[in-house]
Nanobody, 127 residues
Framework: VQLQASGGGLVQTGGSLRLSCAAS????????TGWFRQAPGKEREFAAAISWSGSSTYYADSVKGRFTISRDNAKNMVYLQMDSLKPEDTAVYFCAAPKKTGFSAAYYNTEQRYDYWGQGTQVTVSS
């Protein structure tokens, strides 16, 4: 599976963006999917995950209540709706999928559990 994240950009504090994750080769619809982010000079961190069916979601405390992960398996897409953005949300955002499936979204809260990674998309939130 090859993944591609898109939808990043420059937004003011309090604004919104919607990121998309598409499978450029293969299908994402049968895999749990996660979003991670990496700010300059920092390690990559978990943001959100969703089960393959969409029935289970899990969020990092830093984005809970502001970000919403969703998916449309018919379109082979996963989304990250980001609202009430803050300057500290500035980062490169990556989508990823694991080979090991069958667990709830909370299980996929660490990058070590992912095998397929897309190229990132830059999100910049200005103050």
């Amino acid at each position: 599976v090859q993944l591609q994240a898109s939808g990043g950009g420059l937004v003011q504090t309090g604004g919104s963006l919607r990121l998309s994750c598409a499978a450029s080769r293969g299908t994402i619809s049968t895999y749990p999917t996660g979003w991670f982010r990496q700010a300059p000079g920092k390690e990559r961190e978990f943001a959100a995950a969703i089960s393959w069916s969409g029935s289970s979601t899990y969020y990092a405390d830093s984005v809970k209540g502001r970000f919403t992960i969703s998916r449309d398996n018919a379109k082979n897409m996963v989304y990250l709706q980001m609202d009430s953005l803050k300057p500290e949300d500035t980062a490169v955002y990556f989508c990823a999928a694991p080979k090991k499936t069958g667990f709830s979204a909370a299980y996929y809260n660490t990058e070590q559990r992912y095998d397929y990674w897309g190229q990132g998309t830059q999100v910049t939130v200005s103050s």
